[in-house]
């Protein structure tokens, strides 16, 4: 059955604007939630189309308010059991438990892993994995992953059965968390990792307790606003996930000259989720231990580009149905290429010009955030 967490993030536009102020839909349902924001802020959904999805919040955000519960126990390794199988005793069953950052006991508000990003990364493993299934409304994973059977929940427990023993088992683990290990939530903002780590948000408490999380994957806080300027670097593999973004960044800013000059395809060539599956590949490395926090920095930069180039279809789509005047576009295109976009009363727009803005604002944020990246 879908949680309310999913419920709520199924009624948000599901976009990832940010116009109402969080980064995600997912983060913003997870604010609903929790009561620490109001349906208002999101102006996508005081759009007339809407209608239902603003009733079923309202009535989720009435219902639910408290969620906090004590932060479970954190295994050393991550591993909460291990035993044989009981059909086969030489193979191994085996429980791990992703760590959010949240100390053993303390009040969490939030799941461990957000379904949306859990889904999104899981599919660059694929090679590893034989019929992997990722459910965004489930918030759950499953699959084999070569001969163990895999299953992955919202929070943080990954089952694991028929591994050739404690090393295979754990081994295993590693790379499950080091590939999902973006999709983790903070408990002080409710924003997962990738958010946190582009710095758009600011911690409300002493700091974000996301950067504690990981059961084998160290966070280096020291790292958390590492740019390719900003400490020199010996490790090719940092040199290629640097030309990795910036070629993503290059092919942003290409699909956006051709938008503007009605050249745009939406089957234009583009390689940009196996890009992206190469900083993930990296993280898996395990010559690269010690560096997740870097290559996770950079993973976070490409994740807000494709998401900006989603934008630029939404877009061409609104164009090539003729729901917006091209000239609107137009404008809010060059304006995002100079940063920023010029702050418009949304409330005199009409749908479509609305959602042409929050497509855009997609892609303004992309260039603040490489612009940052690069500086």
Excluded at 102 to 116: A, F, H, Q, R, S
Excluded at 147 to 161: A, C, S, T, W, Y
Excluded at 279 to 306: K, Y
Aim: glycine share 6%; with cysteine.
């Amino acid at each position: 059955m879908s949680s309310v967490w999913t419920k709520a993030r199924k009624n948000t536009p599901e976009i990832d604007c940010g116009l109402c102020g969080f980064t995600t839909c997912g983060a913003f349902a997870r604010a609903i939630v929790v009561g620490s924001a109001e349906i208002p802020t999101c102006p996508i959904l005081s759009l007339d189309q809407y209608a239902s999805e603003r009733e079923e919040l309202e009535s989720l955000s009435r219902e639910v308010r408290n969620k906090e519960r004590p932060a479970p126990e954190r295994p050393e390794g991550g591993v909460l059991l291990s035993k044989p199988c009981m059909d086969s005793p030489d193979l191994l069953m085996a429980e791990m438990r992703i760590f959010n950052g949240v100390i053993p006991g303390k009040p969490m508000k939030y799941g461990v892993l957000d379904p949306g990003i859990l889904c999104w990364f899981l599919d660059c493993v694929s090679s590893r994995y034989q019929e992997m299934r990722c459910s965004k409304e489930l918030a759950y994973a499953w699959g084999d992953m070569e001969e163990i059977k895999v299953h992955i929940l919202r929070d943080g427990r990954v089952r694991m059965r028929r591994a050739r023993g404690a090393d295979h088992a754990l081994d295993s683990f590693r790379i499950i968390e080091r590939t999902v290990m973006g999709a983790i939530i903070c408990n002080c903002c409710g924003r997962d990792l990738l958010t946190v780590l582009t710095g758009l948000v600011d911690s409300i408490e002493e700091h974000h307790t996301v950067l504690r999380a990981g059961s084998t994957v160290p966070l280096n806080e020291k790292m958390v606003d590492w740019t390719p300027r900003k400490k020199t670097y010996d490790l090719k593999q940092v040199s290629q996930m640097i030309d990795l973004v910036d070629e993503l960044y290059s092919e942003l800013m290409s699909r956006l000259d051709f938008l503007i000059s009605g050249r745009y395809e939406t089957d234009h060539v583009s390689d940009v989720r196996s890009k992206i599956c190469q900083i993930i590949s990296f993280l898996n490395d395990p010559e690269m231990q010690g560096n997740e926090t870097i290559f996770l920095r950079g993973l976070s930069i490409a994740f807000f580009i494709d998401n900006a180039m989603l934008g630029l279809d939404s877009l061409y789509r609104l164009l090539q149905d003729g729901l917006v005047d091209e000239t609107i576009i137009t404008r809010l295109l060059e304006t995002c290429k100079n940063l920023p976009l010029q702050k418009i009363d949304w409330k005199s727009l009409s749908a479509s010009e609305m959602l042409s803005l929050a497509h855009a604002a997609r892609v303004e944020r992309a260039v603040k955030l490489y612009s940052l990246w690069r500086k």
